[in-house]
């Protein structure tokens, strides 16, 4: 979805764990300069910038058949 309709910014409004309760999956890697493989997408974590009450990681999808790359 984030590749067909071009994102270029995902917001998520909770923590992946919240009072010990899993909330979401993590969908991409957690430190910088790590990938993951999704089907034909690789996620790379290019940067993360931690603050106190958020944190910004600033991804690559890149569609592997094509070899095309996006920046989120």
């Known amino acids: 979805m984030v ?3 071009k994102c ?3 917001v998520m409004t909770t ?3 919240e ?3 899993l ?3 993590q969908y991409w890697p957690l ?3 790590t990938y993951c493989q999704c089907g034909s997408f690789c996620i790379i974590n290019n940067e993360v910038e931690q603050e106190k009450d958020y944190t910004i990681s600033k991804l690559s999808l890149v569609n592997t058949e094509t070899n095309e790359k996006r920046n989120i």
């Open 8 to 10: 270029v910014v995902i």
């Open 3 to 5: 590749w067909h309709n």
């Open 19 to 21: 009072r010990n309760r």
């Open 23 to 25: 909330k979401c999956d």
């Open 15 to 17: 923590r992946t764990v």
């Open 31 to 33: 430190d910088e300069q």
